[in-house]
């Protein structure tokens, strides 16, 4: 009998067990799908009875996948999508509500009532979060919870209201609630976490109606958060030995320890993140700054960017437009448009995230000619995911240098802030398969793009945090002697600015203006 460590991927669309032996590599994998409810009004719901169903299931799937006994599980970690937000019953488990998805904007008129009542609340919250004010992010969500769902204002009046992102959902069944708590990667989204004191902050708490006693304890990200059998799955309890939100545990499992250290996670969305050390960084440049986490007693700061349609972008062209049979497809049919081709995607169909900040901005197709056909379209659509992701980068650039950054509260006193830039860009997720998305992003860049062999970034991120946490591992038993697929540019720095000179002229239109006259 050997023994195997699991990680715990919850993400947007599933569940994914991953079963890794005692080197550290990568035995199976199983996923469970869970439902999107999405409503007459396009808001975007999970159930979360169903996605503890699904992971138990994931689990169950992958120990008999991988002809392994159960009792040779040692431990888990958890990686989760993060900003989706719960509200249950602390004393029985049970849920009010259907879980709030990041993507749901329903919460748009709770932020813009706060900010006609409180003028300087998203000063406010930027400075003590490090996040723009906006509906993406748990706090607003919470805040609808409470004004739209009666019991989960009765049971916050009466003490017992649970509010919390979906690790501390998982958690606490995990435990047979006997444990609410979260970590300080992902309470950093939360838009009422003091990322500086690192507390809770209870003036936000108060702006948004949330009792801080209704949200979780901050536990260290690779500390103990209590034992689980899986609701009987195992013969005996193993410990969960850490918790990160999905986008922190790749970036762990991606080994950005050091500062300046980038990622990209292509997913539904994207995040982009830079690991900025043990000082909080905050730009201007349309990026925000979260914790990456707080292993071994030391908290890491980054910046970060995230846009809401790279995926699901792909997505689009499969399921609404019936332009590709798989996401397998768009490859070679980029590679066959036209190279004069003129045309350019926006993928607005929900606003602009990072860097943009438009949230009034429709998706857009522009530059098109006759010649224009599917080719050329399937393209545009994988060329948007790069441009975005590259003014990201730049934001960062920018903003780690000291152009339109400062690093306020505990570090305030510092001289001056080291310049970090992005030397390469490690990548992670389904789509860092295709490879002209990847040479893309290489040229849009016009930096090395690292394809790690490892895939399940974020599942490996987290049980690697837990099974070093533990003891079960040795860092270089996980990121030692790790090999990579590498693009570099192959097209001129010219070239490249030329062909980002157009997307941005289609991002001004998406955006309602064309040199400052409406489109």
């Known amino acids: 009998m050997g023994q195997f460590y699991l990680g715990i991927d919850q993400s947007t669309q599933g569940t994914k067990a991953v079963l890794f032996d005692e080197a550290g590599q990568l035995v199976c994998r199983c996923d469970r799908a869970h439902r999107q409810l999405v409503s007459g009004q396009g808001w975007v719901s999970h159930d979360l009875e169903e996605i503890w169903a699904a992971t138990c299931g994931a689990v169950s799937d992958a ?26 019953d602390r004393a029985t488990g049970r849920p009010f509500c259907d879980a709030v998805v990041w993507q749901c904007s329903r919460a748009e008129s709770v932020c813009r009532a706060l900010e006609e009542k409180n003028p300087g609340l998203a000063a406010l919250v930027r400075r003590h979060t490090g996040l723009n004010l906006s509906p993406y992010f748990p706090a607003a969500k919470f805040a609808w919870m409470l004004q739209n769902v009666p019991e989960a204002e009765t049971a916050q009046r009466e003490g017992r209201l649970a509010l919390g992102t979906i690790d501390s959902w998982l958690v606490y069944k995990l435990t047979g609630g006997k444990v609410f708590r979260t970590d300080y990667s992902n309470a950093s989204r939360t838009q009422l976490f003091d990322i500086v004191r690192l507390r809770w902050d209870e003036e936000l708490c108060h702006l948004f109606g949330v009792e801080p ?46 500062p300046g250290q980038t990622k990209s996670t292509y997913g539904t969305g994207s995040s982009v993140m830079m690991n900025t050390g043990e000082t909080p960084v905050f730009s201007d440049r349309g990026i925000v700054t979260s914790l990456a986490w707080k292993v ?29 049979g798989s996401a397998g497809e768009t490859g070679a049919l980029a590679e066959a448009a036209n190279p004069a081709d003129t045309t350019y995607l926006v993928p607005a169909f929900s606003g602009l995230g990072a860097p943009y900040w438009k949230p009034d901005a429709r998706a857009m ?37 000291g152009d339109g950054a400062d690093t306020r509260g505990k570090d305030a006193a510092q001289p001056g802030l080291r310049a970090i830039h992005v030397t390469e860009l490690r990548v992670d997720g389904g789509p860092t398969k295709n ?85």
């Open 435 to 519: 490879s002209y998305l990847m040479q893309k992003q290489s040229n849009t860049l016009q930096l090395p793009v690292l394809v790690p062999e490892a895939e399940e970034l974020s599942a490996i991120g987290a049980a690697a945090c837990a099974g070093i946490a533990q003891g079960f591992w040795k860092k270089d038993d996980i990121f030692g002697g790790r090999r990579s697929r590498t693009y570099v540019p192959d097209i001129s720095a010219a070239e490249a600015a030329r062909l980002a000179k157009g997307w941005h002229a289609a991002l001004r239109r998406a955006e309602g203006t064309a040199d400052g006259r409406n489109a």
């Open 63 to 88: 120990i008999g996948k991988a002809g392994i006994s159960a009792g040779e599980i040692a431990g888990v970690g958890i990686s989760n999508q993060r900003e989706t937000s719960a509200a249950f």
């Open 365 to 401: 197709l522009c530059g098109m000619t006759r010649l224009t056909g599917r080719n050329e379209i399937v393209r545009a659509a994988l060329d948007s995911i790069a441009y975005q992701i590259g003014d990201i980068v730049a934001a960062m650039n920018a903003g780690s240098a």
């Open 296 to 324: 071994g007693g030391r908290v890491n700061y980054v910046l970060e960017g995230n846009i809401n349609y790279s995926g699901a972008v792909v997505t689009w062209l499969k399921d609404d437009l019936h332009l590709i």
């Open 213 to 258: 006693e209704s949200l979780p304890e901050v536990t260290d990200s690779d500390a103990c958060f209590g034992e689980t059998d899986f609701d009987g799955l195992l013969p005996r309890k193993v410990p969960i030995h850490g918790v990160l939100g999905d986008s922190h545990a790749a970036l762990f499992g991606q080994g950005c320890f050091a």
